[in-house]
C-alpha cells in the first residue's frame, strides 16, 4: 500500500473520503517486494482450465526472453501442482540466507521459485486450504530474494479462483498472457479470463493456442486434430490479439518430461517473444 503523507498529523479513525488516500482498487492490496528484489515487469500466465498447456507456455516465454538476453524469472503459483522444477531439470532444495529464501537457477540462468524446491519429497502432496496456499504466493514475492530480473513469468493455477486472486491482487503484473486449447468452451473461458483481468485493472496481451495443430511426421502435413479454431473470432470480440498457435508435438512434451525446456527449438519461440 502507499504510505500516507498524513501520517502522524491525521486524527481521523479511517481513510474514507480523505484526499491523501490515492490508492485505488486492486492496487492497494500489493504487497511489498523482498528488499533484495528489483523486478521490472510481472507477466501472468493463466488458463481457464488445467492441462491445456500454460506451464509449457510459461516456460518457453522465459526461455524467449532469457534467449534475447533478459534476466528472466519464473514464479511457480501453481501450488498445488507445481511443474516449472521438472521443465527445467531442478532437483536441488532451495536454500535460504538472512535476507530470504534464493531461487533456484536454471542452466542458463533462469530463477524460479516453486513449492516443489522447498518441499522434502517432490512427490510430497500439498493438502492445503486456499488461505494457506494464497499466503504461500505473496510470500514468494515478499521472502524471495529474487534480485535482478526483467521479466518475470507467473505460471498461475488454472481458473479464476483464490490464488488467481491472489496473483492479480498482490502482484505488480504488468499483464497477462491466456493459454487455451481449441478443445476448451474457448469463447467462454476466454471471456471469464478477460473479464477478469479488466475487474483487475491489468491489460491481457494476448492469447496463445495451445496443442493448435499436429504435423505429421511423414507427410509434413499440417492436422487439426481439434476441429477448426475460433480463437481468432473470440480475440477479436475482445479486442486482443493471438500471439501464436503451437503445435502438439510429442518432442516439447519430452524436453519437458526430461527437464530440458532451454532446449526448445527457437521457431517456437520467436512470436512468443517478439509480442511482449
Ligand atoms: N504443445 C504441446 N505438445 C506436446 N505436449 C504438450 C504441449 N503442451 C503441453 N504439453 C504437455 O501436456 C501436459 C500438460 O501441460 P502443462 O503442464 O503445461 O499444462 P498446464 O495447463 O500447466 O496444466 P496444469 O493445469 O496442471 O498446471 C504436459 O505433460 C506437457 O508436457
Known sequence: MSECSSKGTCG????????????????????????????KKVIGVVSGKGGVGKSMVTSLLAVAMNRKGYKTAIMDADITGPSIPTAFGLNDHAVANDDGLLPEVTKNGIKVMSLNLLLEDQTDPVVWRGPIISGTVSQFWTEVCWGDVDYMFVDMPPGTGDVALTVFQSLPLAGIVIVTSPQELVSMIVTKAVKMAEMMNVPVLGIVENMSYFVCPDCGKKHFLFGTSHIEKVAAEHGISVIDYLPLDPKMAALCDEGKMEE????LLEKMSSSL
Open 12 to 39: 481521523k479513525s479511517s481513510c474514507e473520503g480523505c484526499s491523501q488516500n490515492t490508492a485505488k482498487g486492486p492496487q492497494s492490496m500489493q504487497v511489498k517486494e523482498n528488499a533484495h528484489s528489483r523486478v
Open 264 to 267: 526448445a527449438p527457437e521457431g
